[in-house]
């Protein structure tokens, strides 16, 4: 049903806010008399304090105040465009949540008002229902945002083990086994997504054993040709190939009592894992050229984002190496399934920048947060902190916007707010011929963005969060080749 505009002598258009009493106060700015009452009605009859104002200048100082938990905000208000106050809103006050009203047919304001920081849209003429639904979900909003900030504040002084950072029961089980593995000498593989930490499990395993003082020396097995890694295991002796000018001690042998990293185990060919595996059996390696060998002393620890026990069954990886290399096997769970652990993560990495940038305090907006915590995460860790990383190069001020971060949350805040929309706040079952699958959106955005960086690989994994391996096999998967005649 349309809007109806009831004047009543009982209800006052304006109502000053009152201490806090529990009950959560909207402000109306509408330069029209009967909207502002209408509205100061409907907000009354749902539990609210209402107060009604025609000025940007009477908001600002009724603003001031903090009283204000809800702004019900017109585009078209006098002495000035709306998004003028939606912007000192969400820098003064971002716990406000503010609903934009547009009287124009089209709603590219509105959208526009939505990626500065406004939390949904009307459309005049709006049914009461309308208005009502957009209050109720503006209170459950503020509601999870009040809840989120205390538990940010309580998280920021908060950390886990060593700079592993999350409270999370995921966690706290990682945390169990590290305490444990970390005393002992023997093999761990450690397994996840790119990007959820495995080098950073790792070096805290390596920290926290007795032999933190040796050596830890990572090795990345994807990112080098055979030969080349090779060379960095097992050394070299002068004139084994050309360019070896001088006999160069590897990896295996330097880390003398400490730790060798081999990062991306799954990607090492099948003739360099029989040699690895009669080094670690044997306890000695023979260097490329070289008729001696030399013995090693050094814990192993690999990691991988592939699922090796299939890669097994398919031979493409020894059996007898996966077994030697799979003592302990310790899985990092991708963000997406340790949601909690994203504002102590968020503040992580925000203390972070803040040290980069002559101690700005960095803080994220409620819409930012929430955003951020709803998100999946495909890059994981890595993408988190590529984003605030991004978001604070980008930012105007200390608070970071959902606008300052990327497109694709960008994107997903926008999808789940049309979805919200379209329901109106009632149960409906989504129409799956217009659901995009996850795999779509990720080709999608991988080979838009390696377009955009004229095919620069190691660039566009950057900016993704994921590690450079993972890009090459995709692009692999999507037939894409070098020359980029497929992107």
């Not at 500065?116 to 309308?130: C, E, I, R």
């Not at 109720?136 to 009040?146: G, K, L, Q």
């Not at 930490?197 to 080098?224: M, T, W, Y």
């Not at 020894?318 to 290399?325: A, I, M, N, V, W």
């Amino acid at each position: 049903m349309p809007l109806t505009i009831v004047h009543r002598s009982s209800m006052p258009e304006t109502v000053q806010p009152s201490p806090r009493s529990g009950r959560m106060h909207v402000l109306i700015v509408d330069e029209d008399p009967a909207v502002r009452s209408a509205c100061c009605e409907i907000a009354a009859a749902r539990g609210f304090v209402p107060c009604g104002v025609d000025s940007l200048a009477a908001a600002r100082s009724l603003l001031r105040g903090s009283g204000i938990d809800i702004l019900l905000l017109d585009l078209k208000s006098p002495a000035g465009p709306g998004l003028e106050l939606l912007e000192e809103v969400k820098l003064l006050h971002p716990e406000v949540a503010v609903i934009v009203m547009t009287a124009f047919a089209t709603v590219t304001s509105a959208v526009e008002a939505m990626r500065t920081g406004a939390n949904d849209y009307l459309t005049k003429p709006f049914a009461v229902d309308d208005l009502v639904s957009m209050l109720d979900r503006a209170t459950e909003r503020r509601s999870v945002d009040t809840a989120t900030r205390h538990l940010r504040e309580k998280l920021r002084s908060q950390q886990g083990l060593g700079n592993l950072i999350g409270n999370s029961p995921e966690m706290e089980k990682i945390y169990r086994i590290l305490s444990k593995v970390s005393q002992t000498a023997h093999p761990v593989l450690v397994l996840g997504e790119s990007g959820t930490g495995k080098e950073l499990i790792a070096r805290s395993i390596h920290a926290n054993g007795p032999n933190a003082s040796k050596p830890f020396l990572p090795v990345d097995c994807g990112s080098l040709v055979p030969t080349l890694v090779e060379s960095e295991l097992f050394g070299y002796v002068k004139g084994a190939f050309t360019g070896a000018t001088r006999n160069k001690e590897g990896l295996l042998v330097s880390a003398e009592g400490g730790t060798v990293f081999l990062d991306e185990i799954g990607e090492m060919p099948l003739d360099l894992q029989a040699k690895l595996l009669r080094a670690l059996q044997e306890r000695e390696v023979r260097p490329v050229g070289a008729t001696h060998r030399v013995p090693i002393n050094c814990r192993i620890l690999a990691a991988t984002n592939r699922d090796l026990s299939t890669m097994v069954e398919q031979g493409r990886f020894r059996k007898d190496l996966y077994y030697r290399l799979n003592v302990v096997a310790l899985r990092i769970p991708p963000l997406r399934d340790r949601r909690e652990d994203i504002p102590l993560l968020a503040a992580h990495f925000l203390n972070r920048m803040s040290s980069r940038n002559n101690g700005t305090k960095y803080v994220l907006s409620d819409d930012a947060l929430r955003t951020m915590s709803e998100y999946a995460w495909p890059g994981n860790v890595r993408e988190l902190e590529n984003s605030i990383e991004r978001a604070c190069a980008l930012c105007s001020g200390p608070v970071l916007h959902l606008a300052d971060m990327p497109t694709q949350l960008q994107d997903f805040h926008l999808h789940a707010h049309r979805a919200a929309s379209a329901t109106n706040g009632k149960a409906s079952v989504p129409d799956m011929a217009s659901v995009t699958p996850l795999a779509d959106l990720e080709r999608k955005a991988i080979l838009e963005t390696l377009r955009q960086l004229k095919g620069d690989k190691l660039t566009t994994a950057r900016l993704l969060g994921i590690g450079k391996t993972t890009l090459y096999r995709k692009l692999k998967e999507y037939g894409v080749s070098d020359s980029l005649a497929g992107v």
